[in-house]
């Protein structure tokens, strides 16, 4: 899809929307006004509530995920953002776009257990068991009956400050489900039967975050000829440095998860979720890394990829109920829990890329002066071809107001 989104006015932009994702004229009418959500549905969803916050909403373009073309709904406040996404899914996709897999959608369901007086009898019991446990956690749910649901449970003893604990742990397929509400329901429907079977006291009931057995992993080479040899080095020496300091690295994964965390708020996932996961996984070995891995192949190509775990939904909760999210699903045009984490993977490779990319070149801000002079320009009210000339002159020369931009405007237009 080859195309300058960004040069297009609003109504542009949401042609190219309606004819890509086939949006009803309802649909455009929520795009336009904005409408996510009203004071009564705030008012049901948390406490206390006063009024609602607005993200603007973008789209970033040029995402080929596994052969398919995506455009990407990225709701966030930060500037550059979607415009190096963009960028970065531009130049993968000069070498076939990004290759991303994902595991099946498996949570773990946790159950404390304390006050356990023989351990390795009470996990035996539990083991002798688990058909039953897992039948009662099913019979909370419709998903066995579409073949996901309870699927395992294994047991593992933990020493803690306050003695040994016996910790029950489900598996659970939740499909296309972030999950929450169904394995906590679980867990807590297991728990009177895992106290008589161990003679223990349960306490939590929760499920984990750190949702391992749900990983997503995506990969994507950058041509040499478009990010230079150079900037090849460069990002490969950007990349020791975050697997060396830690300082660096936490800045290293914030830009990944600028990406992922910006498709999340666009379609209404768990973003505390996400990020807890994220981080965690960053652990893994003991010591935080980078979530993304870099290294260049024998034609001198950079080679990225990235792998942490991802707890989506694209039904329940908020996904489907939400205006914005709906819609930003329906652009997505995801048929799976496990689509969608595959390109919010690729999103974050890809914004890992461009904020690198940049960072070897010229420098951060560069970027986001030349976004800020297109606002400005914008404001003063230049349009067109126009608009392009007038920013460029108003970052060139380094005085980006809106003053400067009526000036510049006039001049070109004698
Ligand atoms: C800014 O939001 C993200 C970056 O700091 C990421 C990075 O330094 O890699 C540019």
């Not at 939400?322 to 490779?349: D, F, N, T």
């Amino acid at each position: 899809m080859e195309m300058r989104f960004y040069a297009l006015d609003r109504e542009g932009r949401l042609r190219v929307l309606k004819d890509h994702a086939s949006l009803t004229d309802d649909e455009l009418k929520t795009l336009r006004e904005g409408s996510g959500i009203d004071f009564k549905m705030a008012d049901s969803m948390v406490e206390n509530a006063v009024s609602f916050i607005s993200y603007p909403l973008g789209i970033a373009t040029h995402f080929l995920v596994n052969g398919k073309e995506y455009l990407v709904p990225m709701a966030i406040e930060e500037p550059s953002v979607i415009a190096a996404a963009s960028k970065g899914a531009k130049i993968a996709r000069l070498r076939g776009g990004f290759r991303a897999s994902s595991d099946p959608s498996i949570m773990i369901g946790q159950v404390q257990v304390k006050d356990v007086k023989n351990l390795e009898k009470a996990i035996e019991e539990v083991m002798k068991s688990k058909d039953e446990l897992i039948s009662i956690a099913n019979s909370k749910s419709s998903l066995a009956r579409k073949g996901a649901g309870a699927k395992d449970l294994r047991c593992r003893a933990i020493d803690t400050a306050r003695g040994r604990m016996l910790i029950v742990e489900l598996l659970v397929d939740v499909k296309d489900a972030m999950g929450a509400n169904v394995v906590n329901t679980m867990c807590e429907s297991i728990a009177s039967r895992v106290e008589s079977i161990t003679d223990g006291k349960v306490l939590l009931r929760i499920l984990s975050n750190y949702a391992t057995y749900r990983l997503v992993r995506a990969s994507a080479r950058f041509a040499r000829e478009e990010v230079g040899d150079d900037a090849v080095e460069g990002i490969l020496d950007a990349y020791a440095f975050a697997e060396a300091d830690v300082y660096r690295c936490v800045t290293h994964n914030k830009g990944v998860m600028n990406g992922i965390i910006a498709v999340a708020l666009a379609t209404a996932q768990d973003t505390r979720a996400i990020e807890a996961g994220a981080h965690a996984y960053a652990c893994r070995n003991g010591r935080y890394s980078p979530l993304t891995h870099w290294s260049k192949d024998s034609n001198g190509d950079l080679v990225g990829s990235i792998e942490l775990p991802l707890a989506v939904g694209i039904v329940g909760g908020l996904t489907s109920t939400h205006p914005l999210a709906r819609l930003s699903l329906k652009i997505l045009g995801v048929g799976s829990a496990q689509e969608l984490a595959c390109i919010m993977a690729s999103v974050g490779l890809a914004q890992n890329f461009s904020a690198l990319h940049a960072l070897v070149r010229e420098g951060i801000q560069a970027g986001h002066m030349r976004l800020h002079a297109r606002k400005v320009a914008m404001l003063a009210g230049a349009e067109g071809n126009l608009l392009d000339e007038v920013a460029e002159r108003l970052a060139r020369e380094g005085n980006i107001t809106v003053e400067h931009a009526r000036q510049i405007i006039n001049e070109i237009k004698v």
